[in-house]
């Protein structure tokens, strides 16, 4: 039996405790910098061990997976704290602030033969699995572009985590994540080529984006994000053959596969949008408990350091980098 513990029991945190109840894991402690809170949250999934602050989580010898659902700016410290006292982590989107932070989390991990992962659903939703087997049995072709859009209006509070350059905030590190996410996916290579514009909030963090990616074997990638307005959510991968579109497609379920030159179209669809944690589960589960290769973990630094140029070229740095 693998023990679960939980850090920062907000609104994330919920759903992942409910998944893991679903799994039939252990949810052993909860930390929080408000005990109450904790002690409600541990009250509602029936956690024995109640922490206020992180410290006596990393300290209890039968905690053996840290899920880490505090802002993204706080990552880094309570990911190497985890690491240092032996504990596997999988920690929320974005995993870190940059890539150095990340590279070193990394090296440590490796150091203490602990897994290191990113909750991002994009990698282990079902669907995904499928498509790219359809892709490589050639059945739309060469991959030839990617397009993805992903927009969504947020209240405009300079305070919150959306906009507050103090917690990381900005559009890039919040669903831009994604986007880039499935782009790497499903790129052949990592873009070795990257174009962008960007809108800015009062703030200073980016607020609307446009991004142009190409790799080596010419494979180009579009993205718009934006905190100012909503649209669907939507993915499209662009073969020689054929296309694949993808509505909601942080969590998809189904997919629509267009063949060109057979003018048919075939709908696909496996997973279910509302299990996506639970797949996140499974994934960390098996990483722990077998030999298989870790690949999401390369991705995952590819993506930020796409995130590091894109703030680079934006010159948005944060203070506490």
């Not at 996916?185 to 873009?191: C, H, I, S, T």
């Not at 307005?229 to 189904?254: C, H, L, W, Y």
């Not at 993506?303 to 070229?313: E, F, I, N, S, T």
Request: hydrophobic letters at 40%; proline letters at 3%; charged letters at 25%.
């Amino acid at each position: 039996m693998i023990n679960w513990a939980i850090l920062g029991p907000g609104s994330i945190a919920h759903h992942f405790a409910e998944a893991l109840k679903k799994e039939g894991e252990s949810i052993h402690a909860v930390g929080a910098r408000n005990k109450e809170k904790a002690e409600v949250f541990a009250e509602q999934f029936d956690i024995s061990h109640v922490y206020e602050g992180f410290q006596g989580v990393f300290d209890n010898p039968d905690v053996h997976v840290v899920y880490i659902a505090t802002p993204h700016a706080f990552h880094y410290e309570t990911i190497k704290e985890a690491l240092l006292h032996g504990k596997h982590v999988l920690a929320e989107k974005a995993i870190t602030v940059n890539y150095q932070q990340l590279e070193e989390l990394a090296a440590l991990a490796e150091e203490k033969q602990l897994i290191l992962a990113e909750a991002m659903t994009i990698y282990h939703m079902p669907i995904f699995k499928e498509l790219q087997q359809l892709i490589d049995a050639g059945k739309i072709g060469k991959v030839q572009s990617l397009s993805v859009n992903f927009n969504s209006i947020k209240e405009n509070v300079p305070t919150n985590r959306f906009f507050n350059p103090d917690l990381a905030g900005g559009a890039l590190l919040d669903i831009g994540v994604y986007a880039l996410s499935f782009v790497r996916l499903f790129m052949k290579e990592q873009p070795s080529e990257i174009i962008s514009t960007v809108t800015k909030h009062e703030t200073g963090v980016d607020q609307q984006a446009g991004i142009i990616l190409k790799n080596e074997q010419g494979q180009i990638a579009t993205i718009t994000l934006s905190f100012m307005v909503e649209s669907p959510e939507r993915a499209t991968i662009m073969g020689t053959n054929g296309f694949i579109d993808i509505e909601k497609f942080s969590r998809a379920q189904k997919a629509t596969v267009c063949y060109v030159e057979e003018e048919k179209t075939e709908t696909i669809e496996n997973g279910e949008t509302e299990s996506a944690l639970r797949y996140e589960v499974r994934a960390m589960k098996e990483l722990i408990e077998s030999d298989v290769p870790h690949v999401t973990l390369p991705y995952t630094k590819d993506v930020m350091g796409m995130m590091d140029q894109l703030r680079q070229q934006w010159e948005i740095e944060f203070d506490f980098e």
